[in-house]
């Protein structure tokens, strides 16, 4: 059962350019979630999705950052017009439900560099 | 607010020391608590984490944390650590009526030397 997966990787953009990035979660979870980790800081979570919906984007920056989970194919996340302080790590879970005992299985993230 | 604090940013130690990874959190009302490690370019994995009952919760490659409510902590430990241990450590938290919302500390760098 292949993990979370990322892409891409690394992701290079100059000041005023679309970043996306995408997400597919394991096999069967139909629970995503978007965390962002600025230089020395710890993951801040972002927004919750599940298929078609989200469901909590209490953590996203209300302005050029959104995010989807269409009922095919990866979650995107989707930062428009990038500046400088968006250069951080940005990494997705999954989880097959919400509840407690449900784990948020991480993707290796993915390194966004604004030049 | 809550918020998570690991004070130690990064803990270098000798293979097969004892070692213990510092956590404590803020939070005015009941939270459960997690540990996950980050190998090398590799996503966060949990580790252990404490929901309820026994306040010292035990992974299976010989980590363990204690719950302690009164000095808000949950410090991380092993008796002795090998090289392959090597990693980040992220100690996290979440509330219970938004479980899925994990709160994470800033990372402890543990660095294993032979």
């Known amino acids: 059962n292949a993990g979370v997966m990322q892409n891409p990787r690394h992701l290079v953009r100059r000041r005023g350019q679309e970043a996306r990035l995408r997400c597919s979660p394991m096999k069967g979870h139909s629970h995503v979630y978007w965390y962002r980790q600025l230089p020395e800081e710890g993951l801040k979570f972002m927004v919750y999705l599940q298929k078609e919906n989200i469901i909590d984007e209490s953590g996203m920056p209300k302005e050029r950052f959104s995010a989807e989970f269409p009922k095919e194919g990866p979650s995107i996340l989707r930062i428009q017009q990038v500046v400088r302080g968006d250069s951080a790590a940005y990494f997705c879970?999954?989880?097959?439900?919400?509840?407690?005992?449900?784990?948020?299985?991480f993707g290796p993230g993915t390194r966004l560099t604004v030049l | 607010a809550q918020s998570v604090t690991q004070l130690d940013s990064q803990v270098p130690v000798f293979e097969e020391a004892p070692v213990e990874l510092r956590c404590n959190y803020s939070?005015?009302?009941?939270?459960?608590l997690f540990w996950y490690v980050q190998y090398p370019n590799q996503g966060l994995q949990l580790l252990l984490k404490y929901l309820s009952g026994s306040t010292l919760v035990e992974s299976i490659n010989g980590f363990e944390a204690e719950f302690n409510k009164s000095q808000t902590s949950f410090h991380l430990r092993k008796p002795s650590v090998h090289i392959s241990d090597t990693a980040e450590y992220f100690c996290a938290v979440s509330l219970m009526d938004s479980s899925y919302k994990l709160i994470f500390g800033s990372g402890t760098r543990l660095l294993v030397r032979p």
């Open positions: 939070s005015s009302v009941s939270v459960y």
């Open positions: 879970a999954s989880s097959p439900g919400q509840g407690i005992t449900d784990t948020q299985y």
